[in-house]
C-alpha cells in the first residue's frame, strides 16, 4: 500500500479522518524510514491540473536538499544533496543512492555514493559511472568494486567560476547528438561573500589531457559541451542560469530566473565561423506575454526578494515532457519550476518561424500549485515510467543572502529545511503505481536488445538505449543494421532521428539513409539530417546537391538550418539557394544572422546583390538585413572593401544609402584608417546635405575614422557648416548636424559659436550638439561656462552637460563643489547622470560623489513613515496614470506598453501590497531586481558606456539606458567590465510627488479603480 493523494484546480482535497486512518495504518505495515507528517499533509496542500495526480515517491530522512537525480540503466535511483547552499563550503555535499527493499516500487533506504562534494549541482549516467558537476570542477564517480561506493573520482574538466551558487555550473545533459552538454552562466558579482564566491574562474580544460582544448576564463560564461573520450570540448552559443533541456529533435532551451525561457537558435559554430560577424543575440525570449504573472496558492509567503513578487522570478528546473505517458495536448510541454512562488508551470510551445513561442497552458491558474511555503521545486526529471518527477528542495529560505536584510541573515533561517528534502511523482489520472525501481536491468542484455529501446514513445527509454549503444564495444554487423532498420523505417518519429544519431555515434553513418531522412515527411528528421550531412560533406561531396535540393522545404526550422549548414559551401549554386532562402524569410532576423555567418569573403558582392534584389522589400526586413550586412563589411576593416563599399552608396536611393551608412558607422572601429580622402570627403559632404538618417550615420563614421587631410577642403567644409547654423530658417537637427561637423573639425575658433548656443531660446538639440563641442576642448574654463548656465537648462541638455563631464575628473570635481555649494541642486540631477558621477574612473571622484548622494542615516526612512498615510488614502487611477507618465514612464513601462524598457516592467509588482511598493519607491537601493544591475563598459577604444544588460550573445552584449540608442559592444573591444551595487532608481522621488499623488500613482500601479481599493 502506498500514500496516494491528489486533487484538482476546482477539487481541494480535505485531509479527513478516514485519510489519516489509511495513512496511520499504512505506517504501521511498512519498514520504510517515514517522513514526518508535514511532509505527508504537503500532497494534501497541492492543486494540481484537472487530469493529473501527485504522490509523494520519497522524503527525509531518506533525503535532504535534493537538487538532481539520475535513474540509469538497471533502475537505480540515485540523487544530488546540496546541503551547503547558500554559504557553507565546507563539502558538505553528497549522492545518495535510493533503494527499494521490499519490492513496492518506492524506495525504503538510502546510501551514499559519494560524499565530501562542495556545492554539487547536477548528475549523469556514463558509463559505469556517473558524470557529477561540482564547480569549478566536472567529475567522474564510479563505483568500481561493487560496494555501492564510489572510490573512482576522476576530474574530467576544471576551470568553472565558483561564484553564487545558483548561477554555478549544472544540470548535465546528454545531447541527441551525443554531446555532454553542461549548464553554465557568467560568473554573478558578488559584494558582501566575495571572499566566499568571488572566484571568477579560470581557463577551462581538461587537466588529464596535456594539449587538450582549452576554452576561455569561465568558458566564456556561456553553456559547454564535451566529448569524454574524444577530449571535445566547446563553448555553446547561450548560457543558462540552473536548468536546460532538449525537445524530441535537439532544440536547445534554457532558463535564467526572471527570464524563464529561451531558445537558443543559432549554434556557436555557425557564428564562429565568421569572427568579423557582430551578433546581438543568439536566443529567443518565448513567453508571448510581456509579463510572467504567476498564480500562487501558497498561504501568507515570506518573500525575502523585494522585487518581482507575482511575477516569475525564480524560474529553474525547466523540462520538455517527452515521457509519453500525459495526454497528446502534453507533448510540445515545456514544465518550470518557481521555487520563490511555489509553484510548477507548464508552457505549450509553438513554431514561429526558425524558432518558437510559449503560451501558458492554463490562464489564471498554474499547473501546479502549493499552500506550502516551504515547497521549493528545483528540478524535473521523466521517470522510465513516464512519470514526470519533481525534486522539492524543501527550504524556508531559498534566495540568496546577498539580497536580503542582515537581520534575516543573522536570524539562523538561512539553513531551516537542510534536514528536509522530497521527490513527488506526477502521472496522468488512473496511472499504475512506479514499478521501476531497481527493476529494469538492461545493463546485463547485449547492445542488440537495447535497439528496439530507440524507438520508445519515452525519451527516458530511447535516451538511455542510445547511450549505451553509442558506448558500447561491441559493434557487430548485426547490431548496425539493427539500428538502421529503425533508422530506416521507424513508426516513431523520434525514434528515426535517435537512430541516425546513434549511428553516427558508432561511426557507422550511412549515407543512403542519410538521402533518406533529407527527404522524409517529418521535418524534424530532415532538420537533424541537414545537421548530420554536414558532419559528412567532406567525405560525401555528393551530399551537397542533396542539401541544395531542399532550398524549397515548407517548414521555416528546416530552411533556418539549411541555411546555417550552407554557409560552409562555397561556389555560385549554393551562394544563390542562400539567398533564395534569405528572400523567402526576409523578415526574419534570425534568417540575416544565419546568412550572414557564411565563410568571409563574399561580403561585397552579397551587398551589390542585396541592394539590387531587396530594394522594394526595405520595410519586410530588406533594411535591416542590408544594415547588418554593412556593419560585418565595417567590422572587417579592409581597405579595399571599405573603399568599394562607399563607392557603390554613391548610386544608391537614400533610403538603402541610410541603412547601409548606419550599418557601416556601427561596424567600423575607430582604428580603421583605410578609407581613401575622396570618400571621406563624400561623407563630410553627405553630413551636410543629405537626410537626417545620412547625416548621422556619416557624422557618426567620421567621428570614428576622421575627416579628410585636405586644408582647403577642410576650410571649404567649415565655411559651409557655420552657414547652416546661422540659417534660423533651416531644419534644427540639420543645425545641431552642422554643429556636430564642427565639433570634429575641433577648431578653437568654433568655441564662441559653441558658447553663443547655451541659451534658453536655442533648440535642446543645438545645445546638446554645442556642449560636446565644448568638451573637446581642453580645460575647465568651458565647464566653469557651464555650469554658470545650469539653472537655464532643461533636463535633457543637464543629462549631455553631465556625461560631457564624466571622462574629465577636474570638470567632475567642478561639478560636485557646485552640488556641494548648492548652486546645483542634486534632486535635479537624472539618474543616468547619477550613475555616470558613481561609477567614474576617477576614485576621487567616486568617493566624494558617494558621499554626496548617499542618503543620511535613517533619512530614507524617514521620508517612508512621512509617506505612510498613503497606504490608507483612496487613489485615483486615472490621475495615477499621470504621475507615473511624468515620474515612472522614462525608465518603466507597464505591461509592455506607455515607457521605456529600461527598468522591471512595474505590471510585474501588482500582485504585491502597496506598503511593499512604497517601501522599494522611496528606498530603492533595498533590493536590485534580478537582471537591472547598471553596467558600465569600457572598451579598447576607451569609449565607455552604462546601462543594463538587454541582451548578450558569444561575439557581444547590448546595454540600454534613458535617452540612448542601444549599444551593442563587441567582447573582443571590452577591455573592462564592471557593474554598479546601486539601484537602476535614484532616491528623491517624493520632491516632485506629494501623498496624494502618491496614493493615486498606487492605485494605478495596483490597477484599482475607486471600487475596489483593497490592497
Known amino acids: 500500500m502506498r500514500l496516494f493523494l491528489a486533487n484538482h484546480f476546482s477539487q481541494p482535497v480535505s485531509f479527513s479522518f478516514v485519510t489519516a486512518l489509511v495513512i496511520a495504518i499504512f505506517l504501521g505495515a511498512s519498514c520504510t524510514p517515514l517522513p514526518e507528517r508535514d511532509s505527508i499533509e504537503a500532497v494534501v496542500q497541492f492543486t494540481i491540473q484537472e487530469g493529473f495526480e501527485i504522490e509523494l515517491f520519497a522524503a527525509e530522512p531518506l533525503i535532504q536538499d535534493p537538487v538532481d537525480m539520475e535513474i540509469d540503466e538497471d533502475g537505480r535511483l540515485f540523487v544530488v544533496e546540496m546541503p551547503g547552499y547558500p554559504l557553507d563550503l565546507g563539502r558538505s555535499g553528497r549522492i545518495k543512492q535510493l533503494i527499494d527493499t521490499d519490492q513496492d516500487g518506492y524506495p525504503d533506504q538510502s546510501i551514499i555514493f559519494a560524499d565530501s562534494l562542495l556545492l554539487p549541482s547536477g548528475i549523469m549516467r556514463w558509463k559505469k559511472g556517473f558524470i557529477v558537476t561540482d564547480t569549478p570542477e566536472v567529475l567522474y564517480l564510479e563505483d568500481s568494486d561493487g560496494d555501492g561506493k564510489a572510490d573512482v573520482r576522476e576530474v574530467l574538466l576544471t576551470g568553472f567560476a565558483l561564484s553564487n551558487p545558483q548561477h554555478n ?118 513567453p508571448d506575454e510581456p509579463i510572467n504573472e504567476v498564480f500562487p496558492t501558497s498561504q ?102 546577498e539580497w536580503m536584510s542582515d537581520e534575516v541573515n543573522e536570524s539562523g533561517q538561512l539553513y531551516e529545511g537542510t534536514d528536509k528534502g522530497r521527490i513527488y511523482r506526477i502521472t496522468s489520472t488512473g496511472a499504475k503505481p512506479a514499478k521501476w525501481l531497481d527493476q529494469l536491468a538492461l545493463s546485463p542484455q547485449s547492445p542488440l536488445e537495447w535497439v528496439p529501446h530507440l524507438n520508445d514513445r519515452n525519451s527516458w527509454w530511447r535516451e538511455t538505449a542510445q547511450r549505451l549503444i553509442v558506448n558500447t564495444a561491441q559493434v557487430t554487423k548485426e547490431l548496425v543494421a539493427a ?23 558508432l561511426a557507422r553513418t550511412d549515407t543512403a539513409l542519410l538521402k533518406q531522412a533529407l527527404a522524409d515527411p517529418e521535418a524534424g528528421i530532415r532538420e537533424n539530417a541537414i545537421q548530420l550531412a554536414e558532419l559528412h560533406l567532406l567525405d560525401y561531396p555528393a551530399l551537397a546537391d542533396d542539401l541544395l535540393n531542399l532550398a524549397d522545404d515548407p517548414n521555416a526550422r528546416v530552411r533556418f538550418q539549411l541555411l546555417c549548414t550552407l554557409g560552409d559551401l562555397e561556389g555560385a549554386k549554393a551562394r544563390e539557394v542562400r539567398e533564395r532562402l534569405l528572400v523567402r524569410d526576409l523578415e526574419s532576423n534570425w534568417t540575416h544572422l544565419a546568412a550572414l555567418s557564411a565563410t568571409p569573403g563574399q561580403e561585397l558582392a552579397l551587398f551589390q546583390w542585396a541592394t539590387e534584389e531587396l530594394a522594394n522589400r526595405i520595410d519586410e526586413g530588406g533594411g535591416d538585413f542590408i544594415k547588418n550586412l554593412s556593419a560585418l563589411i565595417g567590422r572587417k576593416g579592409q581597405t579595399f572593401e571599405l573603399n568599394t563599399f562607399i563607392a557603390q552608396l554613391q548610386t544608391l536611393p537614400a533610403n538603402l544609402k541610410a541603412f547601409a551608412l548606419s550599418g557601416l558607422a556601427q561596424g567600423v572601429s575607430g582604428k580603421t584608417n583605410g578609407i581613401s580622402v575622396k570618400h571621406k570627403e563624400q561623407l563630410s559632404t553627405w553630413s551636410l ?58 577648431t578653437t575658433g568654433t568655441q564662441a559659436l559653441f558658447k553663443d548656443q547655451i541659451q534658453a531660446s536655442t533648440p535642446a538639440v543645438m545645445q546638446q550638439a554645442s556642449i560636446r563641442g565644448l568638451a573637446q576642448i581642453k580645460g575647465i574654463d568651458n565647464a566653469k561656462f557651464l555650469l554658470g548656465k545650469w539653472d537655464q537648462l532643461t533636463p535633457s541638455v543637464r543629462a549631455t552637460l553631465v556625461s560631457s563631464f564624466r571622462p574629465y575628473p577636474d570638470r567632475m570635481h567642478l561639478f560636485l563643489t557646485a552640488i556641494e ?25 567616486r568617493r566624494r560623489a558617494t558621499l554626496l548622494f548617499k542618503p543620511q542615516e535613517g533619512e530614507r526612512e524617514a521620508v517612508l513613515a512621512q509617506y505612510q498615510p498613503t ?3 483612496v487613489g485615483d487611477f486615472a490621475q495615477g496614470k499621470m504621475v507615473f507618465e511624468a515620474e515612472c514612464a522614462s525608465c518603466h513601462q507597464l505591461g509592455g506598453e506607455n515607457g521605456f524598457p ?42 565607455e558606456y552604462s546601462g543594463i544588460i538587454a541582451q548578450e550573445s558569444p561575439s557581444s552584449i547590448t546595454l540600454r539606458f534613458l535617452e540612448v540608442e542601444d549599444q551593442v559592444i563587441s567582447r573582443g573591444n571590452i577591455e573592462r567590465l564592471s557593474s554598479a551595487p546601486t539601484s537602476l532608481m535614484t532616491t528623491g522621488l517624493e520632491e516632485n510627488i506629494d501623498l496624494q499623488e502618491m496614493a493615486n500613482l498606487l492605485a494605478f500601479l495596483k490597477n484599482q479603480k475607486k471600487e475596489d481599493q483593497s490592497d
Open 169 to 286: 555550473l549544472n544540470n548535465p545533459n546528454y545531447g541527441l547528438d551525443n554531446w555532454i552538454y553542461l549548464a553554465n552562466e557568467g560568473y554573478f558579482t558578488t559584494v558582501d561573500y566575495k571572499d566566499l564566491f568571488g572566484d571568477e574562474g579560470a581557463k577551462v580544460h581538461f587537466p588529464g589531457i596535456a594539449d587538450g582544448p582549452v576554452l576561455p576564463q569561465n568558458a566564456g560564461d556561456r553553456n559547454v559541451r564535451f566529448k569524454p573520450d574524444e577530449g571535445a570540448l566547446e563553448m555553446c552559443a547561450a548560457s543558462t542560469q540552473f536548468g536546460q533541456a532538449f525537445d524530441p529533435w535537439g532544440h536547445h532551451f534554457q532558463t535564467s530566473n526572471f527570464h524563464p525561457l529561451w531558445h537558443e537558435v543559432i549554434a556557436a559554430r555557425y557564428l564562429q565561423r565568421n569572427p568579423d560577424l557582430l551578433a546581438a543575440e543568439a536566443t529567443q525570449y518565448l
Open 300 to 401: 501568507s509567503p515570506e518573500h525575502q526578494l523585494l522585487t518581482d513578487v507575482g511575477v516569475i522570478t525564480s524560474g529553474c528546473g525547466i523540462n520538455w515532457y517527452a515521457g509519453g505517458a500525459f495526454p497528446k495536448s502534453f507533448n510540445e510541454v515545456l514544465f518550470l519550476c518557481e521555487p520563490v512562488h511555489n509553484l510548477v508551470q507548464a508552457n505549450k510551445i509553438t513554431a514561429q518561424g526558425p524558432t518558437f513561442s510559449a503560451h501558458r497552458i492554463q490562464e489564471g491558474e498554474e499547473f501546479l500549485s502549493s499552500t506550502d511555503t516551504w515547497f521549493r521545486p528545483s528540478n524535473t526529471y521523466i521517470g522510465p515510467d513516464g512519470a514526470l518527477y519533481l525534486i522539492d528542495y524543501h527550504r524556508r529560505i531559498i534566495e540568496h543572502p
Open 483 to 505: 539500428i538502421k532498420q529503425v533508422a530506416a523505417s521507424a513508426e516513431g518519429q523520434a525514434g528515426r532521428v535517435h537512430a541516425l544519431w546513434t549511428l553516427e555515434g
Open 689 to 746: 546635405d543629405e537626410n537626417e538618417n545620412i547625416r548621422a550615420a556619416s557624422l557618426g563614421l567620421l567621428a570614428k575614422v576622421g575627416l579628410p587631410a585636405s586644408r582647403k577642403f577642410l576650410n571649404e567644409l567649415q565655411k559651409v557648416a557655420l552657414e547652416r547654423v546661422a540659417n534660423d530658417k533651416a531644419d534644427e537637427q540639420l543645425r545641431a548636424d552642422a554643429l556636430h561637423l564642427l565639433s570634429i573639425l575641433n
Open 821 to 845: 555649494a548648492g548652486t546645483i541642486a542634486a534632486q535635479g540631477i537624472g539618474p543616468k547622470q547619477v550613475f555616470e558621477i558613481l561609477k567614474n574612473d576617477d576614485k576621487s571622484v
Open 871 to 873: 497606504l490608507d488614502q
Open 902 to 943: 529600461l527598468g522591471p516592467d512595474l505590471a510585474s509588482i501588482r500582485n504585491r501590497t502597496k506598503a511593499s511598493i512604497l517601501h522599494d519607491i522611496l528606498i530603492p537601493n533595498a533590493a536590485i531586481a534580478d537582471g537591472y544591475d547598471v553596467w558600465t563598459v569600457k572598451t579598447t577604444e576607451e569609449a
